[in-house]
């Protein structure tokens, strides 16, 4: 499958389209988003007016069987994600969704299956994986320079977040039958999903999930540990209901540690024996553009290969569901 230009459409008018990932279509080369959905086409038309697409519908089917339209973006929450992902691909167009891939690893797996069948491309909106600052780690981990890996820790905590506070009106990403479950989902999957990238798949994982806050009916609080395939072992704890911020990844190795951030512009640090180096990042305007800017350059024949499809995107939805199977809510 081959463009001389992607032309895009999108399914989903979010807070997320607004800088992160919709302004990145007009802006690479060979590529353009053409066309916007949202249920609401008051909505939908004013993002198509702010943001200069030409086209906007109400009608996720009309979207997709637009024949203007090569490949689609879907940018809805998780629930949706699968039935538009197989609707895609019926259509023969490829698809680039949103993380987490879909509701639950099943799901996933059918997504995989039908694009498969349809030979059309999968992609994840794992967009880290294209960003300098997580390659400059993974660059650091290949070169050998803490020695031999032995395990990697997460510790990802931060105030309960004012949104959740009113059981009237919760917002979806703590709505388990649109997320599949709590802000363990939108946030530690992003965790996760780079740890898979700079240390390989997991093999194994085990964890405790709960909710001690009672703000909402999905867990709050996960601990787990995991090991990759390569042996190397993982811990990681998330909590959403704590008294401050905090988002730090540490890598152990036999002769050092590499030490980044997951969500802030911290520098990555690198500690040895000689002491502490720094490389700092300026964090994209959008966010997506460096993982879209690959994607678009192998639809178009080009020599990128996107590092995040929907194997790699299934992997993250399959380690989350170990880590929360045993919760108790």
């Known amino acids: 499958m081959k463009f001389e230009k992607v032309r895009w459409g999108m399914i989903g008018c979010g807070n997320v389209t607004e800088v992160k990932s919709g302004p990145a279509f007009q802006k690479i080369k060979n590529s353009e988003l053409v066309a916007v959905m949202r249920r609401t086409g008051e909505l939908a038309e004013d993002y198509a007016i702010r943001h200069h697409v030409p086209k906007w519908y109400d009608d996720a089917d009309a979207l997709i069987n637009d024949p203007n339209v090569d490949a689609v973006y879907i940018a809805t929450p998780p629930g949706s994600h699968k039935e538009y992902t197989l609707k895609a691909a019926k259509a023969g167009k490829p698809v680039y969704v949103e993380k987490p891939m879909a509701l639950n690893w099943a799901e996933c797996n059918d997504m995989i299956v ?45 105030k309960a977040r004012e949104d ?32 898979d990238f700079l240390l390989g798949p997991i093999e194994e994982a085990n964890g405790i999930a709960s909710n001690q806050a009672g703000l909402y009916r999905a867990e709050d609080i996960v601990t787990g540990t995991y090991q990759f395939e390569s042996g190397i072992h993982g811990i990681g704890s998330w909590c959403f209901s704590a008294f401050e911020n905090v988002d730090v990844n540490e890598i152990i190795g036999s002769k050092g540690k590499i030490t980044f951030s997951t969500f802030g ?15 700092s990042f300026e964090r994209p305007q959008h966010v997506h553009q460096p993982l879209l800017e690959k994607i678009v350059d192998e639809l178009t024949g080009g020599n990128n290969r996107c590092p995040s499809t929907g194997v790699t995107g299934a992997r993250t939805n399959w380690v989350m569901g170990e880590l929360v199977k045993g919760q108790k809510i």
């Open 114 to 158: 039908a694009c498969k069948s349809a030979r059309v491309p999968l992609y994840v909106a794992y967009y880290r994986r294209a960003q300098p600052r997580f390659i400059k780690v993974k660059e650091l981990l290949e070169s050998n320079i803490i020695g031999d890996i032995r395990f990697v820790s997460t510790t990802q905590y931060q």
């Open 164 to 195: 959740v506070m009113n059981p009237e009106n919760l917002p979806w990403r703590v709505q388990p039958e649109l997320s599949g479950g709590g802000l363990f989902f939108d946030l530690a999957s992003h965790t996760l999903d780079i740890l």
């Open 265 to 279: 512009d911290d520098p990555v640090v690198l500690t040895t024996a000689d002491g502490k180096k720094e490389w």
